[in-house]
């Protein structure tokens, strides 16, 4: 189906949404009635395709899951109130005492404490592995093994894993896979092909796009949707809100006009920053000197907005020189809406990163204020050392 038709009108002319307006309604509510006794009988037979209660079907919500999957190009999806709620009910959902997890090592944080703070106590094995190849895998492979985790880039090092080679070899193993694909966002990767179980979006960011909302999807087949749904999904019961949702379909709108945008003032920051003095590294995956460019192109259909740098410091003063002196650039977490975002890696609890290691989000301004504000950081370091 054409995107746009995917964008604007799918789904909104359905009963539940029809009624001329052109924003879809907000089903603000959690219960649903019924008339006769035999339609409640139907309904409760079938919570995942029919409004019963909010936690589970929400006309508003399944509005915004269609799209999703549609542009995902899956059969279904399923959306919750974080990113983190939907991996969790996904892996929640299959794995039991004595099953054994692979997951890529540079994981979101969240996923690894999921694992070993939640899940190992209850008997799941877990090992974690840098990158996906016949070795890695071997090495690490037991006669339980139920599921391979896989992301990419990782976290702030921004390294790009074989996630195909991972995929591949998972499938020939009879693993259950799930990309965690936040970074590139539905529109923007090829993993769908790949046929993983799951694949799992932090909304929060790209797809909600104006940092008003914490939402999570994960997209799949109808059977899996549905397996999640009688199982983690609703026991969790950590859904998203209709007016989140309503939220959701909103940026959706604009999700490619924005990452287009970004996009491009990205390819201008990168460029800028690779040829600073002040910049020892950048770890960009759409340079074409990134080593692995190639990878990330054959992962993702366009550049995207963020990246990571090593400022060339030697202390924590001096990245807090930089860091202070930004006006334009926010010092924050997450990332994915409008306003362009710096995460110091010394500044992490446990950071495991060289010291002037820097994340670095394009959101929508304008590259000529956003390289000023660099240029300005970067003259504060002069002066603080
Ligand atoms: C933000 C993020 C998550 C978690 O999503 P929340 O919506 O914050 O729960 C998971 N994976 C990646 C890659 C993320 O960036």
Known sequence: MDLSQILYSLGESEPDMASGAVSPPILQTSNFAYSTFQELKDVLTNEYDNSLYSRGHNPTVRLLEKKLAAIQGTEAALCFGSGSAG?????????????????????????????????????????????????????????????????????????????????????DQGWLTLIDNSYGSPLNDNFAKLQPDYIAHSATKFISGHSDVVAGVICGSLEKMKQVFYNGYMTFGA????????????????????????????????????????VSSVNDPFDTNHPYHERAKTQFKHRVSMFSFELDVNSQQEVAAFCDRLKVFRLAVSWGGYESLVLPACALPNNEHPIGLIRIYIGLESPESLIQDLKNAFNAIHQSS
Not at 112 to 137: A, H, M, Q
Not at 243 to 248: E, G, I, P, Y
Not at 273 to 278: F, G, Q, S
């Open 87 to 171: 991996i969790a009910a996904a892996v929640i959902t299959h794995l039991k005492q004595g099953d054994h997890v692979i997951c890529v090592r540079h994981c979101y944080s969240w996923t690894r404490k999921l694992l070993s703070i939640t899940l190992e106590p209850y008997g799941v094995e877990v090992d974690y592995i840098d990158d996906f190849n016949e070795e890695s895998l071997k090495n690490v492979q037991r006669e339980n093994t139920q599921m391979l985790i896989l992301e990419s880039p990782t976290s702030l090092n921004f390294h790009v894993p074989d996630i195909e080679f991972g995929m591949k070899y998972a499938k």
């Open 239 to 278: 859904m998203l809100s209709p007016f989140d949702a309503w939220l959701l379909i909103r940026g959706l709108r604009t999700l490619p006009i924005r990452l287009e945008h970004s996009g491009t003032t990205a390819d201008e920051i990168s460029r800028f920053l690779v040829d600073h003095p002040k």
